[in-house]
């Protein structure tokens, strides 16, 4: 069984910083990336950062230069530093994983966490 533990969310003041982890269970025979996805009310899920096999990373324009994203092999573990944190970064994050199982070793899927909200309010 797959299981993607996020933590790290809650609510902070514009410009401060938050870090977000995703502890990614030990069922996958290959990742292709891991990343990170947000939603805010009323919009659509968009992608803010991912990692890729290989250690590239992609970021949103939105968040260039303010958010980290970084991983941790040896404990299935991403990461998501956010600085200088903006009102609408409000949004609930998502850890999304790419990869093949164990027992589905052909078939290259999503599999996502459960959200965790973050809040940037004065």
């Known amino acids: 069984q797959v299981q993607l533990v996020e933590s790290g969310g809650g609510s902070v003041q514009p410009g401060g910083s938050l870090r977000l982890s995703c502890a990614v269970s030990?069922?996958?025979?290959?990742?292709?990336?891991m990343g990170w996805y947000r939603q805010a009310p009323g919009t659509g899920r968009e992608l803010v950062a991912n990692?890729?096999?290989?250690?590239?990373?992609n970021y949103a324009d939105s968040v260039k230069g303010r958010f980290t994203i970084s991983r941790e092999t040896a404990k299935n573990t991403v990461y998501l530093q956010m600085n200088s944190l903006k009102p609408d970064d409000t949004a609930v994050y998502y850890c999304?994983?790419?990869?093949?199982?164990?027992?589905?070793?052909?078939?290259?899927?999503?599999?996502w966490g459960q959200g965790t909200q973050v809040t940037v309010s004065s």
């Open positions: 990692i890729f096999s290989g250690g590239s990373t």
């Open positions: 999304n994983v790419q990869g093949r199982t164990y027992w589905r070793r052909l078939i290259l899927s999503d599999y």
């Open positions: 030990d069922s996958f025979s290959s990742i292709n990336n």
